[in-house]
């Protein structure tokens, strides 16, 4: 049983950087729009955050560019206390559909998230430590679908391989969940109803044919 309280771990890390006075430089892989509304509303206060759109499990070229565009215009329309920068990774779904190869038929949640997840955090504390970013995170762990202990676990091996800080997280908790619902609403972002890979897509249309 998880013991680990990620709320409870950011909210230390962030009294200590308000001690400060200082807004350390923090890399924050996105998923999407959505997710991301609450997340930099919230960590900007505390970070200067360069907000890393890296998806290449978004297997559809046209659903990856809407939400990118998605992306961009939430930053822009968006306030923030720190400033927040938009950078786009590399675009390779093949990266990724190799990545995943022999797991296509896992269910949502199983092995193939874990290697897709390991696959985009790698990338951000990478390049963090490229950057001399102090901190990475990702906005994963505000979807009620996803295991925020595993994404903190996978985050933490990746930025420890990488030589940065992993900022813990579990951005659902205290309404971080229903505030980006609000938000998504406020700025009438599109929200998708799948992750982005054509796996979870196929089970999406199986389901609504089932109904």
Known sequence: MNTRNYQKELDAVIADIEKTGNAPKLLLHSCCAPCSSYVLEYLSKYFSVTDFYYNPNITEREEYRKRVGEMERLIRSQPHIHEVTFVEGEYDPNAFLEAVKGLEDCPEGGDRCSVCFRMRLRET???????????????????PLKNA??????????????????????FKKRGGYQRSIELSREYDLYRQNYCGCVFSRRRDLKLSLEK
């Open 125 to 143: 504390a990478q390049l963090a430590a490229r950057w001399n970013m102090e901190y990475v995170t990702t906005t994963l762990t505000i979807s």
């Open 149 to 170: 202990e595993l994404l903190n676990q996978i985050g933490e091996e990746e930025a420890k391989l990488a030589g940065v800080k992993w900022l813990p997280s579990d």
